[in-house]
């Protein structure tokens, strides 16, 4: 055992001087910090619970604490007579007690963690996780820096510090002994009720809440900047010429999904509220599969057949495999565009049949 003592002590001893000395809630601090950054980063624990409970304190407590630390590096006694005089003039007292910073620290990590998210919007970085995270564990470890160096530079007896020991004697005097039965029954009562809320904590992170099961599908087009923007979509084509458009699926049936997507172009007529398809071609079709909470996105080259004013472009997104007469009813998710195609000068307005396949019917959808 004392082997073991010796080489943990010799360990110790390599580390920087400066380190050795950081006091220890201040050293907590910095251990949430690395702590985060690793369950965050780390491919394998960002899905895990470690996550949240590690991501809370380190959002609503650690900065504030860190900064509270710097600016008031001294403990906050209660003040006592000052013996040297005969009256009963009290001391001055400087510094927070334990309640207050607690509660202030609470308060400032509030006000502190929006406001560096207000400061990243106007950067190029933006508000976005990783930004974010690396602003506010710069903000946490230098302010520790900080109110470590001022907590140092004061003399030992008027230094912060978590009164641990003392923290742990009361429990221990309160708990196991006791004024009288009542006390007891209480006590009893109160371990039941921490061990009961922990449980529950511990259940409700661990084993989240499922959120409604739905799937995104959405059709996008190219700017002339090169990002792909839901806005000015193509709507004039000419019959045998391809423009392209992008077609996404966003996964959150929290479960892998195989996925069909049919890509239809209809002749419609509208009345009386009821949209009835006279004439379709069916462009292309395809399947993939998208693992949960993935998205998945493709360039489809739209190819128009048939030529008309006021076309539906169609997209049909099926679980699975689509059934034998897609629609726009029994599709899971549709979307349309309304197009016009034109014919080219040197072809018919015909596509040869073999070129494409084709349907010609007439269904109310």
């Keep these: ?93 400087t510094g927070i007690d334990g309640i207050e910073r607690v509660a202030l620290s609470f308060g400032t990590s509030i006000a502190i963690v929006p406001m560096i998210g207000l400061l990243l919007n106007f950067t190029p970085w933006g508000i976005r996780l990783v930004p974010i995270l690396v602003a506010v564990s710069g903000f946490t470890v230098f302010a520790t820096g900080i109110a470590a160096t001022r907590r140092l530079e004061l003399p030992p007896e008027e230094r912060f510090r978590v009164p641990y020991e003392d923290w742990a004697e009361t429990a221990k005097t309160e708990l196991f002994e006791p004024d009288d039965r009542t006390d007891k029954v209480l006590n009893a009562l109160l371990v039941l009720s921490v061990l009961l809320a922990a449980v529950s904590v511990t259940y409700a992170v661990a084993v989240p809440k499922q959120g409604e099961a739905f799937t995104e599908f959405y059709v996008l087009t190219e700017n002339e900047t090169g990002d792909l923007v839901a806005d000015d979509y193509p709507t004039e084509y000419t019959v045998g010429e391809s423009k392209p458009l992008y077609v996404g699926i966003g996964n959150h049936e929290h479960r892998q999904m195989d996925y069909s997507v049919v890509v239809e172009l209809q002749k419609v007529t509208i009345s009386n ?31 128009p057949t048939i030529e008309g004013q006021r076309l539906r472009l169609a997209f049909l997104l099926y679980k699975e495999n689509p059934p034998a007469e897609p629609t726009v009813k029994n599709a899971y998710r549709e979307l349309h565009l309304w197009v016009n195609v034109t014919a080219t000068q040197s072809t018919q307005h015909r596509v040869p049949p073999s070129s494409v396949s084709s349907k010609e019917q007439s269904y109310a959808s």
């Design 273 to 303: 509220n009821t949209t009835r398809v006279q004439t379709e071609r069916e462009l292309t079709r395809f399947g993939t599969s998208v693992g949960a909470n993935e998205t998945w996105q493709q360039q489809l080259n739209i190819t």
């Design 1 to 93: 055992m004392s082997s073991d003592s010796d080489r943990v002590h010799r360990l110790w001893l390599l580390l920087p001087r400066s380190v050795r000395r950081l006091p220890a809630d201040l050293a907590a601090v910095l251990a949430v910090v690395v702590l985060t950054c690793t369950a965050v980063l780390t491919p394998g624990l960002q899905q895990t619970p470690l996550r949240v409970l590690v991501g809370l304190p380190f959002v609503l407590f650690i900065p504030g604490y860190a900064f509270i630390a710097a600016l008031f590096p001294e403990t906050g006694k209660t003040a006592e007579p000052d013996t040297d005089t005969d009256t009963s003039e009290m001391r001055s007292e």
